[in-house]
């Protein structure tokens, strides 16, 4: 389904007209759909790709994302056409040798902190280039796109719809919603474990959320805390009215 098939059937399960919605706009459900696949891909890692790197010589930290675009978390660095590198927390790193951001080598093992920064030690006395395989974040969509993750996965971005455009109404209908985002989170779940049974095989380094141990009860207390009325917004018909002049 492309994305406009996705907005239309949403809004049309809201009972809105997708040629002119009254209640939600095509750029919101848009800018939605968008934020739901990349919450999909980053509960599942379910999107991935491998590029080269360019390590740069003498240098213990490097950025990430000017290089690897969509960058999430790495699966698997090794030097392009050579050795596989381990990876190792910061932490690890300063255990195994307090010299590690100055020791001159071949790399033989890697860190991400954040985001962006990459580590790596030893570090090479020229350019070295890894082939980085990592999961990554899907492109934004526009009404013609079809979503990057797997299209059997496609409807439940349509429960994410549901859900998501009606949290701004809160209360009742929120609780209403919460159903879709249920389905949205068990279709989540059943692709992380797909992921990790591969990723498992690949030896890959890192694995999807366990979304098993999401409680999710918490969405229903939440929902009962939007129910409730702010005593500030709460009118009383035996105080007087301030007068209109």
């Known amino acids: 389904m492309t994305a406009t098939e996705i907005i239309s059937r949403a809004l049309k399960r809201l009972d809105e007209s997708a040629a002119a919605p009254e209640f939600y706009s095509v750029s919101e459900a848009l800018e939605r759909l968008n934020m739901g696949e990349r919450l999909y891909a980053c509960l599942t890692l379910c999107l991935e790709t491998t590029a080269n790197y360019a390590l740069a010589a003498s240098t213990?930290?490097?950025?990430?994302?000017?290089?690897?675009?969509?960058?999430?978390?790495?699966?698997?660095?090794?030097?392009?056409?050579?050795?596989?590198?381990?990876?190792?927390?910061?932490a690890e790193l300063?255990?195994?040798?307090?010299?590690?951001?100055?020791?001159p080598g071949a790399p033989e093992r890697y860190g991400v902190f954040g985001f962006d920064l990459l580590a790596a030690t030893p570090q090479p006395s020229a350019i070295t280039t890894l082939a980085v395989t990592y999961a990554r974040l899907p492109d934004p969509m526009t009404a013609?796109?079809?979503?990057?993750?797997?299209?059997?996965?496609?409807?439940?971005?349509?429960?994410?719809?549901?859900?998501?455009?009606?949290?701004?109404?809160g209360g009742q209908e929120f609780?209403?919603?919460?159903?879709?985002?249920?389905?949205?989170?068990?279709?989540?779940?059943?692709?992380?474990r797909f992921v990790r049974r591969r990723s498992l095989a690949q030896r890959y380094d890192q694995q999807p959320f366990e979304l098993a141990?999401?409680?999710?009860?918490?969405?229903?207390?939440?929902?009962?805390?939007?129910?409730?009325?702010?005593?500030?917004?709460?009118?009383?018909?035996?105080?007087?009215?301030p007068d209109a002049s």
């Open 60 to 90: 213990p930290f490097d950025h990430l994302f000017n290089n690897l675009p969509g960058f999430l978390v790495p699966l698997r660095v090794r030097i392009l056409g050579g050795a596989r590198l381990e990876p190792a927390r910061l």
């Open 94 to 103: 300063d255990a195994l040798d307090p010299q590690w951001q100055k020791t």
């Open 144 to 169: 013609g796109s079809t979503p990057a993750i797997p299209a059997e996965d496609h409807t439940a971005l349509i429960d994410w719809l549901q859900f998501s455009l009606r949290l701004k109404e």
């Open 175 to 192: 609780l209403q919603a919460v159903p879709h985002f249920e389905r949205f989170l068990d279709s989540a779940g059943r692709r992380g």
């Open 213 to 241: 141990a999401f409680d999710r009860s918490r969405l229903r207390k939440l929902g009962r805390i939007l129910m409730r009325k702010p005593p500030g917004l709460v009118h009383d018909e035996t105080r007087p009215r």
